[in-house]
């Protein structure tokens, strides 16, 4: 299903949404920052400003920017004056950490036990959207980040299938190569380096490792021998790479399987669109499935909206907005718009693609077995993210550097933030 009908099916649910509200007495103004300001999402958010406008409330977008187009400090401003938006579209843990111990995020927990939040979300997935065993955030994507993506012919060519373990994956990259094609597209972006070092950590060490090394960031665990083989995978993998091509964006990587000239990428599923898009316009078959693993594993990545205490009035407003975000029509079509899978263990996969389907089978499994682990993303704050992105890329452009080294540095890094 190409992208045109999942945003036009996206509308269509949307709209039976609006159609069915009731009418209410207004209410207070609702405040509300967000994202979601690109074409795929115009549709849909000018839709449920009218289901919020059916049901009484009058939406207001946050407005306000500074010099580099950042709105978060003057959010910090209002924040600070007591003058909060109802809503915003953040990470909960930055917002948590930040708003939190101010006593000034919201509860949701009245909505959360209505609808069963902690029966429909993985503990996981649950835990990254309370403050001190309250619900503060509304879920509303979900994305596996260690996808494997293939271009079917290009594999074909080289006699080898999607590989599922580090073994293969390395048998797999040698053919491809020695029929003329780059094993591996990689933009070497800072970002893009670290979500491949989830990625190989996942891979290789298994969920529990993970945790303890990338989300506590424990210093055991950075330092031990599971931590350095794979620093050393990681600078393997690079050997597959065209290093030739640096410091791309991952839609201009994704684009090498498309026109044919690389046969595997690592990439959250967030490329799911753009492959589609390419199939359905005849100019690639792909496939996907989970990033090579010696064991199961599923590393989620969430957004999500952050309630911040409100007065009264536009507190009803702030919970008829949660609950319109959580309803299965709309979690339906805003995923079904954006590539995404709902974060809801009982969603319904009929409406969605082949891979959407697969991730949700697997993250139903990987919440059953305890092998869901968040992104450091979802896990870390923005600053630490950004601090290890650059440990890890040093690591990655610099063969001298050992990956002792690269290991001291994220020690300290953690450390700092204790």
């Known amino acids: 299903m190409n992208l045109d009908r999942l945003r036009s ?10 159609g069915s509200a009731v009418q209410v007495a207004t209410a207070a103004e609702f405040e509300v920052l967000h994202y979601f300001t690109n074409d795929e999402y115009a549709g849909a958010m000018t839709l449920l400003r009218g289901r919020m406008a059916a049901q009484g409330h009058a939406w207001r977008d946050f407005s306000g920017q500074d010099e580099h187009g950042d709105p978060i400090p003057l959010l910090r401003k209002r924040m600070a004056a007591r003058d909060a938006p109802a809503a ?14 101010q006593a000034a995020l919201g ?7 209505s609808a069963g939040w902690d029966r429909l979300l993985p503990e996981a997935v649950a835990e990254t959207l309370k403050y001190r065993g309250r619900y503060v955030a509304v879920p509303v994507h979900l994305h596996r980040n260690n996808r494997l993506w293939t271009n079917t012919a290009i ?5 080898v299938r999607p590989p599922a373990t580090w073994e293969q994956f390395f048998v797999a990259a040698e053919a491809i190569r020695r029929v003329g094609f780059v094993p591996l597209a990689h933009g070497a972006q800072s ?4 979500h491949l ?3 190989v950590v996942l891979g290789s060490a298994g969920p529990a490792f993970y945790r303890r090394a990338l989300i506590e960031l424990d210093p055991a665990a ?7 083989r794979a620093l050393l995978l990681l600078r393997r993998l690079k050997e597959y790479t065209d290093t030739r091509q640096p410091e791309r964006d991952w839609v201009t990587t994704s684009n090498d399987l498309i026109r044919g000239r690389a046969g595997m990428q690592l990439m959250g599923e967030w490329a799911g669109p753009v492959f589609a898009d390419a199939q359905a316009a005849g100019r690639i078959e792909y496939a996907c499935s989970a990033a090579p693993a010696a064991g199961p594993g599923y590393i989620f990545a969430l957004d999500s909206f952050v309630m911040l205490k409100v007065a009264p009035g536009p507190a009803k407003a702030q919970h008829d907005f949660a609950a319109a975000l959580v309803s299965p029509p709309l979690q339906q079509a805003l995923n079904l718009a954006k590539g995404a899978l709902p974060p809801w263990l009982d ?3 009929a409406p969605f693609g082949p891979c959407v389907q697969a991730s949700m089978s697997e993250y139903r499994l990987a919440a059953r077995s305890g092998t869901l682990v968040p992104s450091m993303g979802v896990g870390l704050r923005p600053a630490m993210v950004e601090t290890l992105a650059t440990i890890v890329t040093d690591f990655w452009r610099d063969e001298r550097i050992a990956p002792h080294t690269a290991i001291k540095r994220m020690i300290a890094a953690g450390r700092r933030t204790r």
């Open 347 to 349: 969603a319904d996969p």
């Open 107 to 113: 509860n949701l927990d009245g909505l959360a036990k």
């Open 88 to 101: 915003v579209q953040l990470l909960p843990v930055d917002a948590i950490a930040e708003w939190g111990p």
């Open 197 to 199: 070092l989830e990625t």
């Open 9 to 18: 099916r996206a509308a269509i649910l949307l709209a039976m949404l609006m």
């Open 222 to 228: 950075l330092a031990s021998p599971e931590m350095e």
């Open 191 to 194: 970002w893009q380096n670290l």
């Open 155 to 159: 594999l074909a060519r080289a006699g």
